[in-house]
């Protein structure tokens, strides 16, 4: 199998940018517990975007021309949001029918028509512009190839990925880097894929492995660019308030930068979406990119990020909480360390 469309420059390039994505959003996501099964991973929030909002604005301010999203769990919901905010964007969502199997099927269906090199990701990766554009611009192998990885030397999350120092990959589950979550695939990989997909395999690390133990070319490419994963609850809540912490703040959200802290002396409405009565205390940082009435006396922060529809009662104390969806908080109520969802409690332990 080796290589049918193997070349010898790293990518097919314009500008230095590989021109086709596919992202993996068909999964479950059942390591995030019962929230799971309301909302599909693609639409958990990220600030104030969901989860593939993010990736795709990323994927498209990397360069990145076109865009393929596998959806599966709950694909209707992602599809229309897809057609709402990138309905004059290159961007299509493909059905993967039987996404139960696991990712390896939504990368084989999701990519069935490519054959130029691609860039794989799965839709819980958090990252960011320049750190995509890094990892597939600027960069020659000299011999051909089936797959790069991204890989992460100071990072211990993920999947460990062992290479030498020519960055030759020669296995999975040991070594001195972490795998970051994005991939260069040649339609040579793809045909691993598929044959692993036949042969039982579920999981896309099957894949690079059989690539790697048929004399497949793998090979990592170290970056040293912000990125997250998110697998649990934790990761979730985490990564929100890390990025609320460090990342400017769209003008259209209410935004209390970390260290200050604002006090409503009479009701007033300090944006058009939002409404705070009498007492109310922000303690930075707080984001509020939804529709919010916050009730008399109650105190916002820190780490705090309100998204969708949220009507906080009189007298509550919210801090280190994501709360998305169309949500009710009953006056008096202790909020800490969790996340809500159309006003179900997920507690982060």
């Known amino acids: 199998m080796k290589n049918i469309h193997k070349k010898l420059l790293f990518l097919y ?32 929030p990220c600030l104030d975007r969901t989860l593939i909002e993010h990736l795709v604005d990323s994927l498209f301010a990397a360069g990145i021309e076109r865009i393929s999203i596998g959806v599966g769990w709950k694909r209707d919901a992602v599809m229309n949001l897809i057609e709402t905010r990138y309905h004059n964007r290159p961007v299509e969502c493909i059905q993967v029918s039987s996404f139960a199997i696991g990712p390896l099927q939504t990368l084989a269906t999701a990519s069935d028509n490519i054959t130029q090199e691609v860039l794989i990701c799965p839709v819980d990766l958090v990252t960011f512009p320049s750190t995509i554009s890094k990892f597939v611009s600027g960069f020659n192998l000299q011999h051909p190839f089936d797959l790069v990885m991204a890989v992460d030397p100071t990072s211990s999350a993920g999947t460990l990925v062992s290479y030498d120092r020519m960055l030759r990959v020669h296995s999975l589950g040991e070594g001195n880097a972490s795998s970051a979550m994005m991939l260069i695939a040649t339609s040579s990989f793809l045909e691993f894929c598929r044959s692993a997909l036949s042969d039982g395999a579920t999981r896309v690390s099957e894949a690079i492995e ?140």
Not at 29 to 35: A, K, M, N, V, Y
Not at 247 to 265: C, H, K, Q
Not at 285 to 294: E, F, N
């Open 13 to 44: 390039v314009f500008g230095g940018i590989l021109i086709h994505a596919v992202i993996l959003a068909a999964g479950e996501g059942t390591r995030l517990g019962d929230l799971s099964h309301r909302v599909p991973k693609a639409l958990l």
């Open 210 to 349: 059989r690539t790697i133990s048929a004399g497949g070319e793998v090979f990592a490419r170290e970056i040293h660019g912000t990125w997250y994963d998110i697998d649990t609850l934790s990761d979730l809540l985490n990564t929100n308030i890390t990025l609320l912490n460090t990342l400017p703040m769209r003008s259209n959200a209410l935004f209390i930068p970390s260290g200050d802290t604002v006090e409503i002396g009479e009701s007033i409405s300090p944006s058009a979406r939002v409404n705070a009565e009498a007492g109310v205390t922000f303690r930075g940082p707080v984001l509020i990119s939804g529709t919010a009435r916050i009730g008399k006396n109650a105190r916002i922060g820190p780490n705090v990020c309100i998204q969708g529809i949220c009507t906080v009662g009189d007298n509550c104390m919210v801090s280190e909480s994501l709360i998305f969806g169309n949500s009710n908080i009953n006056a008096h109520t202790r909020l800490s360390h969790c996340v809500m969802h159309d006003s179900n409690l997920y507690m982060v332990g």
